[in-house]
C-alpha cells in the first residue's frame, strides 16, 4: 500500500494534513532481525512541524501546542515507529500514530463537572443501613452481664 498517492493525512472531516508538510527519516531498527538487520533501514519517523502548519487555524494551533507541549521539539513533532521489520508498514504505523496523537489533542475539553449534593432520602437510607449494619454486629456480641 503505496503512500504515493495519498493528498495527506485526514485527522478529521475538516482538517487534512498535506504530505508536502511532512518528513521521513529512516534508520536501522534495533531488535531482531536476522541477516537484513545490519542492511535494512526499516525504523521510520515521520516529522511534522505543528508551530508552521498552514492547514491549523489559530485556534487549534494554540491547542495543539499547549495539549503537545511535551512532545514537541520547538514546535515539530516526531513520531517514531519501528515495530514492523517492514518499512512500509512501519510509515504506515506512524502516519496512523499521528493521526491519532493530533485527534485527541484537538478533541474540545470535557465540560466540567457540576458539583452536586446527596439528597434527603439518600442521607436517610444511609443511615438507616449504617444502624441495621450496627444492629445486626451488636447482635452477635456475646451478652454483657450488668
Do not use: C, Y
Not at 493525512?9 to 534495533?30: A, D, M, N, Y
Request: proline share 9%; aromatic share 2%; no cysteine.
Amino acid at each position: 500500500m503505496p503512500s504515493a498517492h495519498r493528498p495527506g493525512l485526514r485527522v478529521s472531516s475538516g482538517l487534512t494534513i498535506p504530505e508536502s508538510e511532512l518528513s521521513w527519516r529512516f534508520s536501522r531498527s534495533s531488535g531482531p532481525g536476522g541477516q537484513g538487520v545490519n542492511t535494512a533501514d526499516s525504523r521510520a519517523e515521520l516529522v511534522w512541524d505543528a508551530a508552521n502548519s498552514a492547514v491549523l487555524s489559530p485556534h487549534q494551533r494554540n491547542r495543539l501546542l499547549d495539549r503537545l507541549s511535551g512532545r514537541l521539539v520547538d514546535g515539530v513533532l516526531t513520531i517514531a515507529a519501528s515495530e514492523h521489520r517492514a518499512q512500509l508498514r512501519n510509515r504506515d504505523a506512524a502516519r496512523d500514530r499521528l493521526v491519532a496523537l493530533v485527534a485527541e489533542a484537538l478533541r474540545p475539553p470535557a465540560p466540567p463537572r457540576r458539583p452536586t449534593a446527596p439528597t434527603r432520602g439518600s442521607k436517610e437510607r444511609r443511615l438507616k443501613a449504617k444502624q441495621r449494619r450496627t444492629e445486626t454486629k451488636n447482635l452477635r456480641r456475646p451478652p454483657r452481664d450488668s
